[in-house]
């Protein structure tokens, strides 16, 4: 999924309405494709690295989901 289609899965699942999740396990791609929008633009748009070195949306932290 790109960064622009986790925004609008959190805006439609969760919104102003719903309490938010402390973490969401996020798949590599998704990861990736966060991580890089990060990297490229001064201000994504609400994802970003906080000073732990995570990776944040909206003070959610994206975790890499493991896959066996």
């Known amino acids: 999924m790109t960064a622009n289609e ?3 899965y959190f805006n439609e ?3 102003i309405h719903k309490e938010w999740p402390k973490t969401f396990e ?3 791609e998704t990861y990736e494709n966060c991580y890089t ?3 490229k633009w001064e201000d994504a748009n609400g994802i970003e690295i906080d ?3 995570r990776l944040m949306f909206k003070n959610v932290e994206l975790i890499l989901k493991v896959t066996e």
Do not use: F, Q, S, W
């Open 13 to 15: 699942n969760y919104g």
């Open 37 to 39: 929008e990060v990297l």
């Open 6 to 8: 986790l925004r609008h």
């Open 51 to 53: 000073t732990k070195n």
């Open 26 to 28: 996020v798949d590599a």
